[in-house]
């Protein structure tokens, strides 16, 4: 729905800032052309990410989601934020004139235009709501964010005009162009930082990391969690890799059954966890924060 919005909405913005020569829609057409091909990013990691795990990726394939993303938000900054700077700038050295014709067309096209953008938002957060009200998921949050901005940049826009018309000053159009484009940049960051955390390995959210800890600490079998770590592999998976010091005197039959049990209790408890690791030792904690579990180089049973 987004996409089909943005790309209505950018060929409107065009025609009507090149009819009106407005520098404030030309930015809201740059916006909009940027929305669209930030959407086509998010339809690939939608359906990319869903791909099953195979041989060449054994974690499978969740953090596409976070690698488009990161390309929408560079997306955002170039062709929109960095378009913005350049109409407004340009506009106040040449001075851009408009006719009364011109202000009513581009007037028209972003009060249509905002109409299209309100509806799409109040989806996008519509869907918010049935997903409980949170947005972990980068698509949807990158919806969001677009959809807002774009409300927010078509007021900013509108707003520029008006005074442009009452005032005869293009001072007013062009600030709100460069308005855009700072608005445009911050969203653009703060997608990028969002998605380069969960790139380079986010840990689980710390009510799934606590959970974890103390279904680990209440088990009688184990003496003490010596280092538990976790990692986000997906929009909804985790990988979880723990160091636990046993009680001594058990068997390596008795062991393996209390590993599978605890691996199981994890499973049920938080969902999320897909990969589980268990590297069971008798070392301090110290030790333990550089042992293979901490590393990543195996997974003990």
Known sequence: MALAANLVIAVAKAIGGVIAGSPALLSEAAHSVADSLNEVFLLAALRRSRRPADRQHPFGYGKERFFWSLLAAVGIFVMGGCFSFYQGVEALRSGAEEELTGYVVGLVVLGVALLAEGGSLLRALHQVRQQGGGLSDPALRTV????????????????????????????????????????????????????????????????????????????????????????????????????????????????????????RSISNTVPEAHRIFLDVTDRHAREAARSPAATGERGGA
């Open 144 to 263: 969001v964010a677009e959809d807002g901005t774009a409300v927010l940049g078509v007021t900013l826009a509108m707003i520029g005009m008006a005074l442009h018309m009452i005032t005869g000053q293009v001072v007013w159009e062009a600030s709100a162009s460069l308005a855009i484009g700072l608005l445009l940049v911050f969203v653009a960051f703060k997608l990028g930082s969002d998605a380069r955390e969960q790139l380079i390995g986010e840990a689980a959210d710390p009510e799934s990391t606590n959970r974890i800890r103390a279904l680990l600490d209440a088990q009688p079998e184990i003496d003490s969690v010596e280092a538990l770590f976790t990692m986000k592999t997906g929009l909804n998976s985790a990988l979880v890799a723990a160091s636990v010091d046993l009680m001594p005197g058990m068997d390596s039959e008795r062991v393996e059954e209390v590993a599978v049990r605890i691996k």
